[in-house]
């Protein structure tokens, strides 16, 4: 990383070092998660006080030839509050929460960058649970995870509208006359005409498929939501 060249990006985690500095998780746009610590950030004089934001877009930055790269420079766009945490900004947690457990270390993925960026801005406006479920699904996809929406698990024979099924976790859809899900329910997800597929079938399948990723890593955020919302 050339230490004069700035780069977009994001803050996913971040975490106290010493009594001033701050050590930071971000997904940059030209070289994938990375992180950083930046010296001073918490001393009200510092020149880092008060940018290292979640949710809003950051330009940064870096020199250093370590894994740990040191921050240099940050910018960011101060009308864009993210104070006033709500159901969308903990949910926002848990994407940030995915990403930082997900992402490989120094592995470009700009396709997914875009995507969450632009997942940050449909959260504003459209359906909160239905922009969630559709960024999962696309995640899954370009990391590698993504779920076989064309053919039943058990004979390989093409994914029928008319019929029912069941999904199965690691492995994807059975076809079963007691199934949640219709062929057409299926395609739907595929095509993410989301509106069209049960929530609960929805969560469930996206839920199973992220856990199998996580490879019983437990999720921090979604227990704090759990807790808030008892």
Known sequence: MNPNDWDECFLLHQRSYGETSVIADVFTKSFGKISIIARGAKKPKSKFFGYLSPFCKLKITCSGRSELKTLTNIDRDFSLSTDNFSKTSYSLLYINELLSKLLPKNAI?????????????K??????????RSFELDMLEMLGYGIDFESDIDNDDPIRKESQYRFISERGFRKSDQGEL?????FDIRDRNLDQVPRGSLKRITKEAILLCLDGRELASRDIFRRLTQ
Not at 109 to 121: A, N, P
Not at 182 to 186: A, M
Request: no cysteine; hydrophobic share 35%; net charge negative.
């Open 109 to 121: 993925h700009e396709e997914l960058f875009d995507l969450y960026e632009q997942f940050l801005e």
């Open 182 to 186: 219709s062929g057409k329910e299926i």
């Open 123 to 132: 959260v504003k406006h459209d359906d909160l649970e239905l922009s969630l």
